[in-house]
């Protein structure tokens, strides 16, 4: 059973502004249809014994402890910068100002 055809797929490019050649039309078509048939089988699953949950595995957040280290310095950081100012990284302005 085909839920998309090939006027659906032509519609939604124009929306879309895409220009699609015959074969990708055709592609298309195949692909949509393809993935509503299995949404469909998804659709039909029964569910009725399945806890409902978040997420599908349980998700544990391994951090680690903070240590104080020894790190860059300033002058360091800065050494092959282009250019600095006031501690900051100074780059182009991209942004125009009115």
């Known amino acids: 059973m085909s839920l998309i055809d090939k006027k659906t797929v032509e519609r939604v490019a124009d929306l879309a502004r895409l220009h699609l050649t015959e074969e990708e039309k055709e592609d298309m ?40 280290e020894e790190s860059l310095s300033i002058r360091d950081v800065f050494l092959n910068a282009p250019d600095e100012a006031e501690g900051f990284f100074k780059v182009p302005r991209i942004v125009e100002l009115d």
């Not at 089988?41 to 949950?53: G, M, S, W, Y």
């Not at 978040?54 to 998700?59: D, K, R």
């Open 29 to 68: 078509t195949k692909s949509l249809n393809e993935i509503l048939e299995f949404e469909q089988k998804l659709a039909n699953l029964d569910t009725d014994d399945v806890e409902p949950t978040i997420h599908a595995i349980e998700l544990k957040n391994v951090m680690r402890k903070d240590k104080v």
